[in-house]
Every structure is written in C-alpha cells, then in structure tokens.
T-cell receptor, first 115, second 110 residues
Framework: DAGVIQSPRHEVTEMGQEVTLRCKPISGHNSLFWYRQTMMRGLELLIYFNNNVPIDDSGMPEDRFSAKMPNASFSTLKIQPSEPRDSAVYFC?????????????FGSGTRLTVV | GENVEQHPSTLSVQEGDSAVIKCTYSDSASNYFPWYKQELGKRPQLIIDIRSNVGEKKDQRIAVTLNKTAKHFSLHITETQPEDSAVYFCAASRGNQFYFGTGTSLTVIP
C-alpha cells in the first residue's frame, strides 16, 4: 500500500496564477479530506468527500478555491487566482468508510508558496 | 460544532522524563479521539487512538486516558527520547469529521 499520494510536493507560483493540487487516496478508502496547515491557524479542514460526493465545503475560504473528486481514486484542489495568503501546506487525507473508529491517513502534503 | 482545546502549546522535558499533553472537547457526542505526531516537514501520523467506551489505552511508552464526564483526554509519553520531539495533535470526532487541537510542540532535551 503506497498510502495517500499527493502531487506536487512543492509548488511555487506567482500571484494570480492557477494552482492545482492532486491527491490519490488509499484504495478502498471511501472518505477523502483536504486540509490546510499554517502556523497561525493550524490544521483547517477545507472540504471532505464521501464516496466521491462533497459533503461539507464550509471550510473552503472563498470562491477562488474549488475541489473535485471525479472518481474514487483521484481528487483535485484548485486555487484560481492564487494569492500570497494562500501559501501553506495542503494535506490530503483518506479514511475507510464514512463512519467508524478509524484515523485519517495523511499524504505527504503539498507546500504551496505564492509570491 | 465541536471545539477542541489543547495544552500546553510548547513542552520541554529532559530525556527519560514523562510528558503529558491535555485536550478538552465540547461536544458530548464525540466518541473517537485520535492523537497524531507530526515531525518537522512531515505529515501528521496517527500514533494512538481511543474510543468513548474505553477509559485508557496503552501502547508501549505512550498511553491515552479519557474522562467522558469531564470531557477531557490526555496523552502520556513515558521515558521520553529525543526522537519523540515533534508536534502532537489531538482530535475529537463523532462521525467523519475530525476537529483538531492547535498542537503541542514537544522538545526532548538529551
């Protein structure tokens, strides 16, 4: 099991550019989560999916952020246009089932820097 | 929604001593409490978890206790080692969504 796979590991982009982050959850995990981590705000849940369906996107900062999960093995988080305040580490995590006592498995994260 | 508070925010201990990190939660319906360890530049990793029907769980040098009445739970690390230095996060959940504490930066001094 390769775990949760995120790409790219690092992304540096200029303000105003579109950024797309990618995630492949663990096979068989039905729930997928996108988190943002900063020193100031800690781990913030942006959005999560159950069986490819978005369940709660209340954490998405604004309309510049969007997320999709077209199938059980792939999800994207897009920022358009990007701003310097979006600089953070973005983690994807997956979990088996929609209920139950299972912890998240996090990916290695994407460190985004917007200049 | 759920609110998880975590203390202390930083903790320094001598190698070999014990470390205790405490969390409180607000939603009495929360029933699952995982703890994550995050080393510098790496992803959070699950180190131990506890369910609401259990009061204590131990795994080698780490243990977690839960007091449902008081709505608090704690992580205990005994015989600390330099490799225990990391940021530790607690979380509370009653469904699919985890609510994380703000983290404790633990430094173990050799």
């Amino acid at each position: 099991d390769a775990g949760v796979i995120q790409s790219p590991r690092h992304e540096v982009t200029e303000m105003g550019q579109e950024v797309t982050l990618r995630c492949k959850p663990i096979s068989g995990h039905n729930s997928l989560f996108w988190y943002r981590q900063t020193m100031m705000r800690g781990l913030e849940l942006l959005i999560y999916f159950n069986n490819n369906v978005p369940i709660d996107d209340s954490g998405m900062p604004e309309d510049r952020f969007s997320a999709k999960m077209p199938n059980a093995s792939f999800s994207t988080l897009k920022i358009q246009p990007s701003e310097p305040r979006d600089s953070a580490v973005y983690f994807c995590a997956s979990r088996p089932g929609s209920k139950g006592d299972y912890g998240y498995t996090f990916g290695s994260g994407t460190r985004l820097t917007v200049v | 929604g759920e609110n998880v508070e975590q203390h202390p925010s930083t903790l320094s201990v001598q190698e070999g001593d014990s470390a205790v990190i405490k969390c409180t939660y607000s939603d009495s319906a929360s029933n699952y409490f995982p703890w994550y360890k995050q080393e510098l530049g790496k992803r959070p990793q699950l180190i131990i978890d506890i369910r609401s029907n259990v009061g204590e769980k131990k795994d080698q040098r780490i243990a977690v206790t839960l007091n449902k009445t008081a709505k608090h739970f704690s992580l205990h690390i005994t015989e600390t080692q330099p490799e225990d230095s990391a940021v530790y996060f607690c979380a509370a959940s009653r469904g699919n969504q985890f609510y994380f504490g703000t983290g404790t930066s633990l430094t173990v001094i050799p």
